[in-house]
């Protein structure tokens, strides 16, 4: 079973702001390890979202932000698009299992 | 940047053997931490085995559901990845991913993925 928690899912209209939440524990994130995010659009492989808690890699929309604090990490995307529909999971590492974890995954649906 | 293309899944009865392989081009395998990870139908996202380290001297690591049962491999002179999976459970169901780590281990993120391949084990 996932070690991270996220919401099921949130919704949003176009070019409205969500707010995606991933909460952790005193072995992963609360330990500062970092919190990466993925995007997965249906039926294709995870994309690399955010990296290192904030980091964006080359080509992802500067709409996509990632922050940390304490145990939790959040995913915001402002200004939603119809393509921003997928789901979304956290990463991150946990020392007690040595293991990389991921969250249980958030739908994100545009309505 | 490179590219991951796996290779190798198939329907399988339990307790049977299959091997995964993952074509990397673009990069150099033996240079970086290169994971398999995976998931069941509708479900989320598992990290299955990791392999890093050059040459002869590549060290590795499983999480627990998957260690004693799966082995992971690299061939340098094909530049391929391999999951070995023995003693196939029904759990083991999924689609499987290779993927190139950022950096090292512990606070390396996932950089690039392959398309995945499906190994269904059923009776």
């Known amino acids: 079973q996932s070690v991270l928690t996220q919401p099921p899912s949130v919704s949003g209209a176009p070019g409205q702001r969500v707010t995606i939440s991933c909460t952790g524990s005193?072995?992963?994130?609360?330990?500062?390890?970092?919190v990466h995010w993925y995007q997965q659009l249906p039926g294709t492989a995870p994309k690399l979202l955010i990296f290192g808690n904030s980091h964006r890699p080359s080509g992802v929309p500067d709409r996509f932000s990632g922050s940390k604090s304490g145990t939790s990490a959040s995913l915001a995307i402002t200004g939603l698009q119809a393509e921003d529909e997928a789901d979304y999971y956290c990463?991150?590492?946990?020392?007690?299992?040595?293991?990389?974890?991921f969250g249980t995954g958030t739908k994100v649906t545009v309505l | 940047e490179g590219q991951l293309v796996e290779t190798g899944g198939g329907l399988m009865q339990p307790g049977g053997s299959l091997r995964l392989s993952c074509a990397a081009s673009g990069f150099d395998v033996s240079t970086k931490y290169m994971s398999w990870l995976r998931q069941a139908p509708g479900k989320g996202l598992e990290w299955v085995s990791v392999i890093y380290r050059g040459g002869s001297d590549a060290s590795t690591h499983y999480a627990d559901s998957v260690e004693g049962r799966f082995t992971i491999s690299r061939d340098d002179s094909k530049n391929t990845l391999y999951l070995q999976m023995n003693r196939l459970r029904v759990d083991d169901t999924a689609v499987y991913y290779c993927?190139?780590?950022?950096?090292?281990?512990?606070?390396?993120?996932?950089?690039?993925w392959g398309h995945g391949t499906l190994v269904t084990v059923s009776s």
């Open positions: 993927a190139r780590d950022m950096g090292g281990w512990r606070d390396a993120s996932f950089e690039a």
């Open positions: 005193s072995s992963n994130i609360g330990a500062s390890f970092d």
């Open positions: 990463q991150s590492y946990d020392s007690q299992s040595d293991s990389k974890v």
